[in-house]
């Protein structure tokens, strides 16, 4: 039935119904969370033998003799930029392997921008009187949240089943404030896209007014499949420096939806170039990331290829999540007229876009029967949906039995939502 | 014999067997550091059981159930934050437990100056047209090239017996322009002065012209006594709120030379005002910091008790060396009117003062002979030593055999230098 096409009658009697289901989750006083990607206790679990593979003294050492409890080398073991090399398809030499964080590779680039610029660029950010950024949306609230914090001034960009719409981008970049742009090309946040290879090649092609033009390339989901099929995405350093523009593109991964959220390993890959720009600060702020936690990776891993196999465990355990997920949605909203909703194939998210309107209304419904969603705007810079309309959905942390039952609470929000908004007084 | 009465004549022929010395040294072609603070292979072997501590899924938990494995908790977990505490005679309200590297967290403190200032201050230091920073001389020269790389201008302050010359300090704090001063308020880099209580107080009392004014309080070496005696350092915090400035002072510390200098771990104290504000900026910079790590410190120490025994394994590696420093430094050079050197009771370095003009020489002799010192001239801002007398000696890494020829070397070379200079053409 769907919902848009109802008599003010059929809405009233619809309202009545869903009250009535809505009432009965109220009484079963639930506490269910689905607002971060985070990854359940049996993903962790995965990773148990990591934890003792450096066992002893002598294991301490890289493959040259490095001892890697020891302070220095500020840009990672040879092998562990290798390893990440590897996964994003680029030479070891392109490579800085960090601490446990990503985002905290990307909020210092930022801060780097903002202290000493880019190269060729006009100098330190923070002496221009504005910065802006391009921000796809729906998008990361992380990534948005670290402009916020710096005054970089964020510009929304519609998503597309291919990526950002590289028209506006394209038009967008003329303006000489705006600096770059945030990307989660693969499997993006929340609506799980991946970048089609025109939209990469644009990316690497755009004709920027300011100098300074960086993209923030969040490769977060590089290997996370969660079904049978691969998405490759094209290789936006590559394409970068085919198109002139060797410098542009800033990648960023980690392994903390591969092993540890709270102990992995980050990285950031760029032109050999900017990879010795970085350094030249990155050496006066510490004296090396932790290697010995590099070393656990390698060891547990091997290499890239052992990584990649290992990731189908993550999918086992990913996939009936998701699977769930979609056909709850399915079951409960197809043909309703109020919601579509995003089918993704690999990442932590999916996204649903309910009555224009009505995100925050459901997320408000879902919050008082025990069920905490990512909130309502938080895909967009800001915390501003201007349509009221996307929610994420994390469906990583939660049992399955807990999803099924969320997920049927979320949808009978959404509905009653909806059905509020589309009664005539 | 003391050189500087000796007759030309005499330095001649004193030069000639001095040559004749080096030449064999020459002839031995030595390959020695003592040129950084790093632990040697010995002290990093005594914390193998830290390695393997955490030994499987169930181990990941901390005290309040929180899985160490995941995501989330950006100060570090609580009892990371009761054992920086402990050490640093704080409450764990005060303290954030960050990565491996207190380096690290004081660059980022400085960043963060930078970007959005000092709370009460005149906002963003990097909007102020100039930026100065107090450097006690001889000092780290990590610490000077942080502000080099900020564009900080550095002001040298002589160093005294009980910490820096506070009667310049607080002369200079008159200028406006001066935002702070770095301290190793311990066992001091490199000449191991502990800070008199009085030097603490007049810190905590200062009356600086800037209200932006922080001391960068580096207690880098806060346990690392060597001897018997214990060295109490008046707790700068207290004395800081005594003195009706609470939120002046940020102390670092880390376990980098307690467990493993790569792969540590590193905390900041000040006020509670101080470190709220601090995460309002961290948390958007990382979702938390290797709680693993943290966790792993505290199952294998237990408490800060259980650290401070445990730095007594350190002390037995470290003693003979510093003792064997001391003694050639006093069988070669005592008397001989061309160097002082400092007698540190703990931390990691002596500090040298060869014969005015000559410490860049006498590091290019031992350099030629294959023993690698500290770069005469770190120890001073911008590298410049104005008198060119300071050498840092770092025991440490050098085996005691290798440590005994090294520094025999040193000698001659520091003999050397100054008959060179000391002779009349």
């Known amino acids: 039935m769907n919902y848009t096409r109802m008599s003010n009658e059929e809405l009233i009697r619809e309202k009545q119904a869903l009250q009535n289901s809505y009432n009965e989750i109220l009484g079963a006083k639930l506490s269910l969370d689905m607002s971060r990607g985070k990854p359940e206790k049996l993903q962790l679990d995965l990773s148990k033998e990591m934890l003792t593979v450096i066992d002893g003294n002598e294991a301490c050492f890289s493959e040259n003799g490095t001892d890697c409890r020891n302070y220095g080398i500020v840009d990672g073991i040879g092998e562990a930029k290798k390893l ?5 398809g680029v030479s070891p030499d392109n490579v800085i392997v960090g601490g446990n964080s990503s985002l905290n590779l990307m909020f210092d680039h930022l801060s780097r921008c903002m202290l000493f610029g880019v190269p060729g660029g006009n100098g330190p950010w923070c002496k221009n009187s504005k910065n802006k950024f391009l921000c796809p949306v729906p998008g990361y609230d992380r990534h948005f949240a670290v402009c916020e914090t710096l005054g970089i001034e964020m510009i929304n960009v519609p998503m597309t089943q291919n990526g950002p719409d590289m028209d506006i981008v394209e ?3 003329k303006d000489p404030d705006v600096r770059g742009i945030w990307c989660v090309p693969k499997f993006s946040n929340p609506d799980g896209t991946v970048y089609s290879d025109d939209t990469v090649r644009r990316f690497a092609k755009l004709e920027p007014a300011s100098p300074d033009f960086i993209i923030m390339w969040d490769n977060a989901y590089c290997i996370h499949e969660i079904y049978e099929e691969e998405h490759p995405l094209l290789n936006i ?4 420096a085919k198109a002139g523009n060797p410098d542009r593109a800033y990648v960023f991964t980690s392994t903390s939806k591969v092993t540890f959220p709270g102990a992995g390993v980050a990285a950031v890959a760029s032109s050999v170039s900017n990879i010795k720009n970085i350094l030249n600060v990155m050496k006066f702020q510490t004296i090396g990331h ?9 060891k547990y891993f ?26 709850t949605l399915s ?4 043909d309703s007229g109020i919601a579509t909703w995003s089918n993704p194939r690999g990442g932590y998210f999916v996204s649903l876009d309910v009555l224009e309107g009505c995100a925050k209304r459901t997320a408000k419904l879902c919050a008082d029967a025990g069920v905490v969603l990512t909130g309502a705007g938080a895909t967009f810079p800001y915390g501003i949906d201007p349509r009221d309309t996307n929610i994420r959905i994390a469906p990583s942390f939660a049992s399955l039995a807990d999803l099924e039952t969320a997920m049927k609470v979320l949808c009978i929000c959404a509905k009653l939502a909806a059905v509020e908004k589309l009664i005539k007084e």
Chains 1, 2 share one sequence.
């Open 171 to 173: 038009e967008l970049v």
């Open 84 to 88: 990440f090399g590897d996964i994003l």
């Open 290 to 298: 932790d290697k010995l936690n590099m070393l656990r990776h390698i």
């Open 237 to 240: 350093i590559d394409e970068c």
């Open 331 to 334: 079951a409960n909203l197809n």
């Open 302 to 327: 091997g290499n890239a290829d052992g990584m990649r196999a290992y990731m189908k465990k993550h999918a086992e355990i990913m996939r009936p999540k998701f699977d769930m997920v979609l056909d």
